[in-house]
């Protein structure tokens, strides 16, 4: 899978989060000024936080695995049902099993959305999560490439996994 031009990261069963967009309201559909943007496919879901895992970048450019933003650690989360699924055009993402969110660089330094490092931090293995995130087409100075954008990560309690997951 070639990640925004840069590097090449084969990862099987998953899907790179490539930037947290500090920006992105609720509804992760609010382009900045100059920018383009197409939603490929909406995801939904409710999911289980499996833990932190440090990824190094296995790919073939100059600047990996230290300088490509590929490599650090990445929360993991295992999807356990979709609420909601959309597709509107071709080249959205099919529905996943598993999703990433990259939260720190090569060097552990924090990554992304300050919120959502926050939200990160409070989860212990095996919570429960509403995961929302966009796959999106974006064009912005003259570039154009995949985002996937995340919406909504939030806990959710104990007393309400069952009637989501039903």
């Keep these: ?18 930037a947290l967009q500090a920006a992105a309201d609720d509804s992760g559909d609010k382009a900045a000024p ?4 197409e939603l490929l496919s909406l995801h939904d879901t409710v999911a289980v936080f499996d833990g932190l895992e440090y990824r190094l970048c ?9 300088e490509c933003g590929h490599s650090g650690e990445f ?16 080249f959205g993402d099919p529905k996943q099993t598993t999703f990433l969110v990259q939260v720190s660089d ?14 990160v931090k409070g989860l ?15 064009t912005k100075g003259g570039v154009s490439g995949p985002e ?4 909504k990560l939030e806990k959710v309690p104990a007393d309400k996994v069952d009637e989501l997951l039903k």
């Excluded at 100059?34 to 943007?37: A, D, P, S």
């Excluded at 996937?148 to 919406?151: E, I, T, Y």
Aim: glycine share 8%; charged share 30%.
């Design 58 to 66: 296995k790919g073939l450019t100059a600047l990996c695995p230290r």
């Design 1 to 18: 899978m070639k990640v925004m031009g840069v590097c090449a990261c084969l990862l099987v069963g998953v899907v790179l989060v490539a």
């Design 148 to 151: 996937r954008p995340l919406v």
């Design 75 to 90: 929360a993991q989360f295992s999807i356990k049902k979709y609420l909601d699924y959309q597709k509107p055009g071709q």
């Design 106 to 119: 090569f060097d552990r330094n924090p990554k992304g959305d300050p919120k959502t490092l926050a939200a």
């Design 124 to 138: 212990k293995k095996g919570d429960h999560v509403r995961l929302t995130w966009r796959h999106d087409y974006v």
């Design 34 to 37: 100059g920018e383009k943007r």
